[in-house]
């Protein structure tokens, strides 16, 4: 079961991020929310009203991506406590954060974390019946703990 999801969107894409928060509301009820700087704002802002403060999830805002929040969620990601990623990036601009943005990527795909970079993504995973299940456990490859105990 889908608990922790961080939630990140460059400028030109916040207001999309925020459009898929409120349409899925009901599905991150349940969830811990961390986002970076000022998307975890207006996902805060978008959730209270949508869900009322007495029914919303806990959000957690980071710092902005660019200061740090990016590899706030990628320490969170190798730690274990991101069970889904949302990243709404803006790929017709290069950032100057880019190898941040590749980092949380690269930690993502590594640790197996279930991540989307656009809304049908996003759709696809919060609608499947394993984002629900009690009974999926996301399976953590053997290369990071052969990596951990390689002989030097």
Not at 88 to 114: E, K, T, W
């Amino acid at each position: 079961m889908i608990r922790n999801i961080a939630l990140v969107a460059h400028d030109a894409r916040k207001s999309e991020l925020v459009d898929w928060v409120r349409f899925n509301a009901g599905s991150l009820e349940s969830c811990t929310l961390y986002c970076t700087g000022t998307t975890g704002r207006l996902i805060r802002e978008a959730l209270k009203e949508t869900l009322g403060e007495e029914n919303m999830p806990e959000v957690n805002c980071l710092l902005s991506g660019p200061l740090g929040g990016d590899a706030q969620i990628g320490a969170m990601i190798a730690e274990g406590k991101v069970d889904m990623l949302v990243f709404f990036c803006d790929n017709l601009i290069m950032q100057g954060h880019q190898n941040d943005v590749m980092g949380l990527v690269r930690l993502a795909s590594l640790y197996n974390v279930p991540f989307a970079t656009n809304r049908s993504t996003a759709d696809f995973i919060i609608s499947s019946p394993l984002y629900q299940s009690s009974e999926y456990e996301r399976i953590i490859p053997a290369c990071i703990e052969s990596y951990k105990n390689r002989k030097l």
